[in-house]
């Protein structure tokens, strides 16, 4: 199975700050990365696919890069409604695998 | 806007079926891969399986002996069964859409908390 390590697993940010969120798979996986959000008691939201392309009504505040074997996930302006905890997960082979979280935190 | 939800018994006993459904609303089940996915507490999400609305299915290795997905297309569900249930099963379990088999999920269900214990 493809391994995704994410790192950091947790941060502690302020409101307007720029977070910058890291996933490495243990193989290459072209584009075929997704990142997704999770509030406490709320459904996953979807944010990016292919690495870099936003879904619906994602705000452009959120941004992905990264191919083959590094991804990053950037957030340019902390809002309060962002602090959650942020998974990235390859679909490049099944079975499908997911990094293990980052947990934003408001400092 | 199409929404998933899943539903089913919140307490399974153990070496019994763990039943779960997701109801589809707001959109059709067909032309989609519909997925299953788990989080035990304090563990990383796992990929459970997936299943077309033609019926064919994909299921992870380390469960494919104990789980088998449905789909009931009018009535836009999707249905899982894991059996032989032990407290290692004790997750929240979601559902998924996606579009193509190698596609991300674009919407995903609020989640269900089941737990296995006597």
């Known amino acids: 199975d493809i391994q995704m390590t994410q790192s950091p697993s947790s941060l502690s940010a302020s409101v307007g700050d720029r977070v910058t969120i890291t996933c490495r798979a243990s193989q290459g996986i072209g584009n075929y990365l997704a990142w997704f959000q999770q509030a406490p008691g709320k459904a996953p939201r979807s944010l990016i696919y292919?690495?870099?392309s936003l879904h619906s009504g994602v705000p452009s505040k959120f941004s992905g890069s990264g191919s083959g074997t590094d991804f990053t996930l950037t957030i340019s302006s902390l809002q309060p409604e962002d602090f959650a905890t942020y998974y990235c997960q390859q679909y490049d082979t099944y079975p499908l695998t997911f990094g293990g979280g980052t947990k934003v935190e408001i400092k | 806007q199409v929404q998933l939800q899943e539903s089913g018994p919140g307490l399974v006993k153990p070496s019994e079926t763990l039943s779960l459904t997701c109801t589809v609303s707001g959109g059709s089940i067909s032309n989609y891969y519909w997925t299953w996915i788990r989080q035990p507490p304090g563990k990383r999400l796992e990929w459970i399986g997936y299943?077309?609305?033609?019926?064919?299915?994909n299921y992870n290795p380390s469960l494919e002996s104990r789980v088998s997905l449905s789909v009931d297309t009018s009535k836009n569900q999707v249905s899982l069964k894991l059996s032989s249930v032990t407290a290692a099963d004790t997750a929240v379990y979601y559902c998924?859409?996606?579009?193509?088999?190698?596609?991300?999920?674009?919407?995903w269900g609020q989640g269900t908390m089941v737990t296995v214990s006597s």
């Open positions: 998924a859409r996606a579009r193509l088999l190698f596609d991300a999920f674009d919407i």
């Open positions: 292919a690495a870099s």
């Open positions: 299943i077309y609305y033609s019926g064919a299915t």
